[in-house]
């Protein structure tokens, strides 16, 4: 026979029933964390995004509809990503800046239906560009490409001024040029929009995760990648150096894209910074979980909720997802 153990320390005891459990809880999602993403086009129809299952691009009217659904279940912010008709497309993009532009009508649509949801914007250039880039690009002597980085920032501060008088509260530069943050802020307060907030995408890496997204908008790059201007993957350090140049160039909160890859990074900006920090679980980390699911091999839901209660746990304060709706539905449901 065994002999009896002695042991004093059981850490099970703090797992022992539901309530217990309830107390020694660290980490709860709310619907209150997720910001909202959703794509819009010219069209009058809903069309269901391949690539994407579950996600459409709406129209205007679709999109106030799903704005209200997903208000319903407790989501207060949402973001935009429009899809640009191809011959709106210019090598400058000067579409992003047109005031009557499918985003400012998309502001104010979603403004005038939701007052109180937070309505943030994409800023940067690659639906608009015909390179497909983020910024403006010049082909080298040697017909290298190359993303020109000042040039670009000054077309971003036009576009966050766009935006900003259609009535975003936040606009977020996606883009990784140099120096965009304290420029848009600059151009934000010149025009009396003190009040705008800035999400920087601060660590953005140049990530293959991100397919799915370029299907949906058909904005993937026509030539070369992201790398001169995205992060490198291996890469750490370079995370906190962006987090601090950002936060002093005027930067309200930092992000983290992807969220699910990049915990380690989000923890460290969490440890070293004050300001919000929101991760984007991005398209491809959402495809991921749906396809095991459609096969049956995970259970959507709670892998679903796993990852974002990772995320949080792991330092986010507020979370890019698109299963937002969905996972803030279970949440009010208890
Ligand atoms: C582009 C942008 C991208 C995403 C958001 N903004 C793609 C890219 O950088 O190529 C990706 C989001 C996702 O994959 O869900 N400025």
Same mark, same amino acid.
């Given at each position: ?9 059981? =850490?099970?005891?703090?797992? *022992? ?29 809903? +069309?269901?995004?391949? #690539? ?16 209200? !659904? ?8 949402? &973001? ?6 191809? +011959?709106?497309?210019?090598?400058? /993009? ?8 499918? &985003? ?10 939701? =007052? ?5 914007? +994409?800023?940067?250039?690659? =639906? ?10 010049? *082909?080298? @002597? ?29 606009? #977020? ?16 307060? !010149? ?27 058909? #904005?993937? =790059?026509?030539?070369?990648? @992201? ?13 906190? !150096? ?13 992000? &983290? ?6 915990? +380690?990074?989000?923890?460290?900006? !969490? ?19 749906? #396809? ?9 839901? *709670? ?6 209660? /990772? ?24």
């Amino acid at each position: 026979m065994f002999e009896k153990l002695t042991l004093p320390i059981r =850490p099970r005891r703090n797992r *022992k029933s539901p309530a217990i459990r309830g107390l020694v809880s660290e980490t709860v999602l709310t619907p209150a964390d997720f910001i909202y993403p959703l794509f819009i086009h010219e069209d009058e129809t809903n +069309d269901p995004i391949e #690539s994407m299952p579950g996600c459409h691009r709406w129209s205007l009217a679709g999109l106030v509809g799903e704005v209200g !659904r997903a208000y319903e279940v407790g989501v207060r912010a949402v &973001v935009f990503f429009p899809k640009i008709e191809e +011959d709106l497309k210019t090598p400058k /993009g000067e579409e992003c800046y047109n005031d009557d532009g499918l &985003v400012p009508r998309a502001i104010k649509a979603v403004k005038e239906a939701y =007052p109180d949801v937070v309505v943030i914007t +994409d800023v940067a250039l690659d =639906p608009y560009n015909s390179d497909g880039h983020d910024g403006i690009v010049e *082909k080298t @002597k040697d017909g290298d490409l190359k993303i020109v980085n000042d040039e670009t920032v000054k077309v971003l501060c036009k576009q966050a001024l766009c935006h900003a008088k259609a009535g975003a509260d936040i606009v #977020s530069p996606s883009d990784m040029m140099d120096g965009r943050i304290g420029a848009i802020r600059a151009t934000l307060d !010149r025009y009396h929009f003190e009040e705008v907030s800035i999400l920087s995408y601060t660590a953005k890496y140049a990530s293959a995760y991100y397919g799915p997204f370029r299907g949906a908008l058909d #904005s993937a =790059p026509k030539a070369g990648d @992201k790398k001169t201007y995205q992060m490198d993957p291996a890469n750490s350090r370079e995370a906190l !150096r962006e987090a601090e140049l950002d936060i002093a160039e005027g930067a309200d909160m930092v992000m &983290v894209k992807p969220a699910g890859p990049y915990l +380690d990074i989000i923890r460290i900006i !969490r440890d070293s910074v004050d300001v919000p920090i929101a991760a984007y679980q991005v398209s491809g980390e959402y495809l991921m979980i749906k #396809s095991a699911a459609k096969d049956g091999w995970v259970d959507e839901e *709670k892998v679903a909720m796993e990852s974002l209660l /990772g995320i949080k746990r792991a330092g986010a304060d507020m979370i890019l997802t698109y299963f937002a709706k969905d996972v803030a539905a279970r949440l009010q449901a208890g």
